[in-house]
């Protein structure tokens, strides 16, 4: 045997004879070591190449800008979730995890939410359909349920829908309504003034329209001169049936309060 080969031989038989005596001092170490490693990565990340620092606040930001922003700064970007905004523009960042100014080392990665922008809707043509299913066909496209109504006198069906507002087709930014007008149908009599006409006049032209007189009502509050209407419900213009209730005020001085029914 070579001298050099005979010196590697004892050098073998001497660490393993160590290692035999002495297993539980020979694990204790390598432990330490193994400790002092990892503590030297988690506090000393530049070792491993990965320096810390803070994430850029990128929200905002159109995605591409904010994108080459955290790059620049060393990180990575995922897109995350796209949801609509009724402010923010469309591709803009609406947030990101982590957040701004957390630190984090270089080379991780840095998630973006996106806008997709206002929700949209088309107004649908209801015009000819009935009112209520003009309404579900309405809400069905995204729209509030319609609280307005428009009623006029038209050879229509009473109830269908003659026409809307907005007009049918357009896309507009929701949420939003939709305004409806609707057939009063062709026998609606369009109700006229009868504020400031004498109690008895009012009468004789209700019953001319082949309406019906409510039990009036008196007010002391008005400007009108006693027996006047001050007042009527529906109010002037309103389509109505043949045979409907209208209901008067009656203006009246504080001194004579006593009510009186019409003839």
């Not at 170490?29 to 990892?38: E, R």
């Not at 796209?82 to 995890?97: D, E, F």
């Not at 006047?228 to 045979?243: D, E």
């Not at 209901?247 to 004579?256: E, F, H, K, V």
């Amino acid at each position: 045997m070579t001298p050099t080969v005979e010196l590697a031989s004892r050098r073998r038989r001497g660490i393993g004879g160590f290692i035999a005596r002495w297993p539980l001092l020979t694990t204790a170490v390598a432990g330490l070591m193994i400790g002092y490693a990892a503590i030297a990565v988690y506090l000393l990340p530049g070792i491993t190449g990965r320096a810390e620092s803070a994430v850029p606040n990128v929200v905002g930001l159109l995605y591409d800008d904010a994108a080459a922003r955290l790059g620049a700064a060393g990180f990575t970007v995922r897109t995350g979730e796209s949801l609509n905004h009724p402010t923010t523009p469309r591709n803009s960042v609406l947030g990101q995890n982590p957040a701004p100014g957390v630190k984090g080392l270089k080379g991780d990665e840095v998630l973006l939410d996106v806008s997709l922008g206002p929700r949209k809707g088309i107004v649908p043509d209801v015009i000819g359909l009935p009112r209520d299913e003009a309404i579900k066909t309405i809400e069905a496209a995204g729209f509030e349920t319609p609280k307005e109504f428009i009623e006029r006198i038209d050879p229509n069906p009473r109830g269908e829908v003659l026409g809307t507002l907005p007009r049918s087709g357009l896309t507009v930014t929701l949420p939003s309504t939709v305004r409806l007008t609707i057939s009063a149908g062709p026998d609606a009599i369009g109700l006229p003034s009868m504020v400031g006409m004498p109690l008895e006049d009012a009468l004789a032209l209700l019953a001319q329209l082949g309406l019906t007189s409510g039990a009036a009502r008196f007010d002391t509050t008005r400007t009108q001169p006693e027996g006047y209407v001050a007042g009527q419900r529906p109010a002037a213009n309103t389509p109505v049936p043949p045979g409907a209730v209208v209901t008067l005020t009656i203006s009246r001085p504080p001194a004579s309060a006593e009510p009186i029914d019409p003839p």
